[in-house]
């Protein structure tokens, strides 16, 4: 069993910047999959960034591409994702998840594990 503690969330004005980060329990951490999906008022859950199980992989959504970056800890069981050049239509709850197979995917019911979800919000 893994969990996952999100934090790093807050209000942040336009054009600003952020570090997300999501601290695992478990020993076997190091050979998960890993994403950072969000969630805006009245929308479906949408896919952010992952990240493989070494961290040498990783996918980003068109919409953060170039702004956000997505890595990971093994050591320090921990994944980030560094939000930059923030966007009022980022703000949303961000969830980590993490999935017991190496590999990363781009869909939420991929992912067994969810953290509780972090609030961000950007002011315009």
């Known amino acids: 069993q893994v969990q996952l503690v999100e934090s790093g969330g807050g209000l942040v004005q336009a054009g600003g910047s952020l570090r997300l980060s999501c601290a695992a329990s478990?020993?076997?951490?190091?050979?998960?999959?890993m994403a950072w999906f969000r969630q805006a008022p009245g929308k479906e859950r949408e896919f952010v960034s992952s990240?493989?199980?070494?961290?040498?992989?990783?996918y980003y959504a068109d919409s953060v591409k170039g702004r956000f970056t997505i890595s990971k800890d093994n050591a320090k069981k921990t994944v980030y994702l560094q939000m930059s050049s923030l966007k009022p239509e980022d703000t949303a709850v961000y969830y980590c998840?993490?999935?017991?197979?190496?590999?990363?995917?781009?869909?939420?019911?991929?992912?067994?594990?969810w953290g509780q979800g972090t609030q961000v919000t950007v002011s315009s």
């Open positions: 998840a993490g999935r017991p197979v190496g590999s990363s995917s781009y869909y939420s019911d991929h992912y067994d594990y």
């Open positions: 478990g020993r076997t951490f190091g050979t998960y999959g």
């Open positions: 990240i493989d199980w070494s961290g040498s992989v990783t």
